[in-house]
Antibody, heavy 129, light 109 residues
């Protein structure tokens, strides 16, 4: 049973850098998209970005200039850094395992799938002076 | 703004059937995945792919898709199904980005 355990600083001052790490236990690290998602208080989920085992990343364009996601395959861990935080970055941050691929159906146009099947418990990050 | 559109709130009488929808251009190519989130908890995957349920998800949850619209159907809603539901997909840019719908608050009456 794959489990994700995440940790990091929960209280930051404006302009500081948010740093979170997520460790993967009980499963393979390769073949997946290791993702970060956040949820501001009382609001919906926001996809931050992802990385695969080889280090290829995709980022939400609205955060791209401030986000870095990295991976340490030797430790089965991946990390999120978000620079120059403001109060708007106050949220619960989740790590998750993403799976993406194509459904091969011979007689119809291809369809694709994408989902996140395993989630960390979340880390509350508050930005306040 | 989200590229996936959901109704903010839906209600259903106990034991009845409810459909939660999600619209977006990317859903013409991608099957939506659906997540249930209860207060103070992490989201839980309930439907993925064409209509697949992870282990432990009751069979009253099902998914479907038509054109640019994906649907999550709960047949015989239970009190414990009251939660927020989010759809998720890649976006329509072709840049392999993830996107969530705004979420639907389901109330079981």
């Amino acid at each position: 049973q794959v489990q994700l355990q995440q940790w990091g600083a929960g209280l930051l001052k404006p302009s500081e850098t948010l740093s979170l790490t997520c460790a993967v236990y009980g499963g393979s690290f390769s073949g997946y998209y290791w993702s970060w998602i956040r949820q501001p208080p009382g609001k919906g989920l926001e996809w931050i970005g992802e990385i695969n085992h080889s280090g290829s990343t995709n980022y939400n364009p609205s955060l791209k200039s401030r986000v870095t996601i990295s991976v340490d395959t030797s430790k089965n861990q991946f990390s999120l850094k978000l620079s120059s935080v403001t109060a708007a970055d106050t949220a619960v941050y989740y790590c998750a395992r993403g799976i993406s691929g194509v459904v091969v159906v011979a007689a119809t146009p291809k369809r694709y799938y994408y989902y996140m099947d395993v989630w960390g418990k979340g880390t509350t990050v508050t930005v306040s002076s | 703004s989200s590229e996936l559109t959901q109704d903010p709130a839906v209600s259903v009488a106990l034991g009845q059937t409810v459909r939660i929808t999600c619209q977006g251009d990317s859903l013409r190519s991608y099957y939506a995945s659906w997540y249930q989130q209860k207060p103070g908890q992490a989201p839980v995957l309930v439907i993925y792919g064409k209509n697949n349920r992870p282990s432990g998800i009751p069979d009253r949850f099902s998914g479907s898709s038509s054109g640019n619209t994906a649907s999550l159907t709960i047949t015989g809603a239970q009190a414990e199904d009251e939660a927020d539901y989010y759809c998720n997909s890649r976006d329509s840019s072709g840049n392999h980005l993830g996107v969530f719908g705004g979420g639907t608050k389901l109330t079981v009456l």
